[in-house]
């Protein structure tokens, strides 16, 4: 089985806007790596998360802002031979990208980086209190690095 890197920045933005989750990287205050998976939302080359407003993840953030993204789709169990364990493999795309978190204050610029995560999972308005939106950190991740990925391709295969 092959891997081929993706070069076109539409192809990999079209694997993010797939998912409906994706990996947080983080370093903890020990410098250990720390994964959560998140909601989000893509627009521009920016990526938007939110959290509560508090915890050990914001503190990590807050010590070093550095992350790195990750993002999977299309995941099929594939094989060479049949009977031979070390030709499987899993079939996917993926996107890595990395930036640092900067957090969004204002409350025009929260609601309107909230309607950018809704509206990758629906088509509805919303609207959002006051108390709602302070109660929320809004993550803005500008991305510096993005990069793609298919696993898993026979010999033969074109990506």
């Known amino acids: 089985m092959k891997t081929v890197i993706i070069e076109d920045k539409?192809?990999?933005?079209?694997?993010?806007?797939?998912?409906?989750?994706?990996?947080?990287?983080?370093?903890?205050?020990?410098?250990?790596?720390?994964?959560i998976p998140m909601n989000f939302g893509y627009e521009n080359g920016t990526l938007y998360l939110h959290s509560g407003p508090e915890g050990?993840?914001?503190?990590?953030?807050e010590h070093n802002n550095n992350?790195?993204?990750?993002f999977s789709v299309g995941h099929k169990l594939v094989y060479q031979h049949e009977k031979v364990a070390c030709s499987y493999s899993m079939r996917s795309e993926s996107a890595i990208c990395r930036g640092k978190v900067t957090f969004i204050e204002d409350m025009?610029?929260?609601?309107?980086?909230?309607?950018i995560i809704m509206r990758h999972y629906t088509d509805s308005e919303?609207?959002?209190?006051?108390?709602?939106?302070r109660n929320v950190k809004v993550w803005q991740v500008r991305i510096d690095q993005m990069t793609g990925k298919v696993f898993g391709l026979r010999a033969n295969e074109k990506p």
């Not at 903890?28 to 790596?33: C, K, S, T, V, W």
């Not at 050990?56 to 953030?61: C, H, I, Q, V, Y």
């Not at 992350?67 to 990750?70: Q, S």
Request: hydrophobic share 40%.
């Open 67 to 70: 992350v790195c993204i990750t």
């Open 10 to 35: 539409q192809r990999i933005e079209s694997i993010i806007l797939h998912c409906d989750a994706c990996f947080v990287g983080i370093t903890d205050l020990e410098g250990n790596p720390y994964v």
């Open 126 to 133: 919303f609207s959002y209190s006051d108390p709602a939106v």
């Open 56 to 61: 050990s993840k914001l503190e990590m953030l």
């Open 108 to 115: 025009d610029e929260k609601r309107r980086a909230l309607d």
